[in-house]
Structures are given as C-alpha cells and as structure tokens.
C-alpha cells in the first residue's frame, strides 16, 4: 500500500499542537530520558515505540475508564486508547525532530460493527514505515519495524475492514471530537467513528 501525505510540506509532521504537545514539559523529560539511552534516533524511535506501547497500557486493557486524547496527558497519567497512545508516540518522535504521522485501519468491532484504529508512521531513509503501539496481549504482537509492518491486525476485505493511505500531521476531526466528548471510555466506545 502506498502512504500518502496528507501535506506535501515534511515540516508538518514535525509540528507541535494541542494534541501533539511536544514543547510541554512531561514530553521532553520523557523524550529526554529515552533519548539518554539511545546510541541514534533509530534506536531512539524504537526505544519511545516501546515505552508507548509497553509502559502505558491500553485503557481497555487495563480496565481504566479515563479517557485521553493530549500527548502529555497520555504520558503523565498513563493510559489510553490506540489513538491517544499515537498521539503519544508521534510526540515523543517529534520532540526528537523525527517525522511523525497519524494514520488509521478501519477494523471490526468487538460485539460487531466497525471502529477506526490508530496508528502512527515513521519516516526514516526517504520513507514513510507504519508503526502500531497500541499495546501486545495475547493474540496481539505488534513490533517497531522498518523492515515490512508488524501491526497489531491485517485488516480483512471482506470483513469491510481496511487500511486508510493517508498520513496526517494532526489527527483526524472526526476522532478528535469523540476523544473531547466522551466523559469516559464506555462513552466513548460508542461514539468512535467507523469510517472516515
């Protein structure tokens, strides 16, 4: 599948928002700390992948109801959905000047229907990489790679499930505006898009 960007301008997915708050304190002692240990900002993005999707659990996982939306809020309180977790990631790696993406799958539901998905892409050697953090359990083993995906699912055709091409520099507004409105996550997974 070919990614596309969203923006042609590459200094869009080093920016910093609302969402992707990387200038905010939380985001640099965490980026600087993860940057301490690693030898380049390879192993830097695969050191912040890691400690997104194995240091902050996934809320449902985790059972935890809050829910986040703000890269360091996500960080300081440590749990999120996919999305938020993305948000995350794509923070830490731009804190450290690597471009980050948002992207999504379209995937079914637990209980049936569909829900959107979120992952985050790396650009690194002129290209862009897919990378999903939402979180391993049994059944789920997603790893950081830039040698072929290792995502957490393969979206099935025939289920209507899919993956979304485009890379986006800030979240999407549809999913944007269900993160901000849900007073918890059970709200929540009742009104996350299905579709974009």
Not at 10 to 15: I, P, R, V
Not at 60 to 75: E, F, N, P, Y
Not at 105 to 134: K, M, P, S, Y
């Amino acid at each position: 599948m070919e990614l596309i960007q969203n923006t042609a301008e590459l200094s869009a997915y080093l920016a910093a928002d609302e969402v992707i708050d990387h200038h905010h304190p939380v985001v640099r002692e965490t980026a600087a700390r993860l940057a301490a240990e690693a030898a380049d900002s390879y192993d830097y993005a695969r050191a912040a992948y890691a400690f997104v999707r194995d240091a902050i659990p996934h809320s449902q996982d985790s059972g935890d109801l809050r829910v986040t939306w703000r890269a360091s809020d996500v960080l300081a309180l440590g749990t999120g959905i996919c999305h938020a977790k993305s948000h995350a990631l794509a923070a830490l790696l731009r804190a450290e000047d690597i471009p980050a993406a948002l992207c999504y799958q379209r995937l079914t539901r637990d209980g049936g229907g569909h829900a959107l998905h979120g992952l985050v892409a790396v650009r690194f050697n002129g290209a862009w990489h897919r990378q999903d953090a939402r979180g391993n359990k049994p059944g789920v083993e997603a790893r950081f790679s830039l040698s072929g995906e290792r995502l957490a699912w393969i979206p099935d055709p025939a289920a209507g499930e899919l993956d979304h091409p485009v890379l986006y520099a800030e979240p999407h507004p549809l999913v944007l505006a269900a993160l901000r409105a849900a007073p918890d996550r059970s709200y929540l997974w009742q009104t996350l898009p299905d579709s974009l």
